[in-house]
């Protein structure tokens, strides 16, 4: 938990982004460099594993989303024997701390988005990440929040999309189950439009294919 920053220099950034209207996202796993960060006006922490209590409460009385990257943590512990003992043990860590620091994020309302750090592990698996938020306490209709308005919102996109409302883009998905009664649907998703144009209409999608853990992260394995 060393921050790699002053947080002179984090505030320094941050206020210079936002001169330029621009977003801040800031990847971080220690609590002392996410609390440093959340101080300094970030907009929002990707994964934030040991985040202590304190700093969610910080985290909520600024505002800051949490963007947890669950699929990240599950894919390496899928693969931990082929780490250094040394990293396996900071994995370990991570993985057991991030599922805490999750379920007070969740108990305390936190504002989260949708993120994973795909190419950690192979594209095409993001929709798990639902079940992920959802295994550690969160509501199935919360987690789609996360991938829809919350996320527009972070990104500063709300007026045009992220709720399906008058006047914003038509960008709808589809699936045949419903999602806040398993959440899981979503990996079978058989209806996608962007801005009014149909781009998927038929079977479902196949559920994510699982990969071995010993394949190249960027090229899942047949």
Excluded at 2 to 26: F, G, N, W, Y
């Amino acid at each position: 938990d060393t921050p790699q920053l002053t947080p002179a220099e984090m505030a320094a950034l941050v206020d210079e982004s936002h001169r330029l209207r621009k977003k801040v996202a800031v990847h971080c796993h220690g609590d002392q460099a996410a609390k440093e960060a959340i101080e300094a006006g970030v907009d929002s922490i990707e994964h934030g594993s040991f985040m202590k209590p304190d700093t969610l409460t910080l985290m909520k009385n600024k505002g800051t989303y949490l963007t947890p990257t669950l699929m990240a943590t599950e894919w390496i512990m899928s693969k931990i024997d082929n780490y250094p003992p040394a990293l396996q043990a900071k994995a370990k860590a991570a993985a057991a701390a991030r599922s805490d620091m999750f379920r007070n994020a969740v108990k305390m309302s936190i504002k989260v988005s949708f993120g994973t750090d795909a190419a950690v592990f192979p594209h095409g698996q993001n929709a798990k990440e639902f079940k992920l938020m959802v295994d550690l306490g969160m509501q199935p209709i919360d987690a789609l929040k996360t991938a829809t308005g919350n996320a527009a919102d972070l990104f500063g996109i709300a007026q045009k999309t992220g709720t399906l409302e008058k006047g914003k883009f038509a960008d709808v998905i589809a699936m045949p189950r419903d999602p806040t009664a398993d959440i899981t649907a979503t990996e079978r998703v058989s209806f996608v439009m962007k801005e009014g144009k149909i781009i998927r209409n038929g079977p479902p999608s196949a559920p994510p294919v699982a990969v071995s853990p010993d394949a190249d992260p960027e090229i899942p394995a047949d």
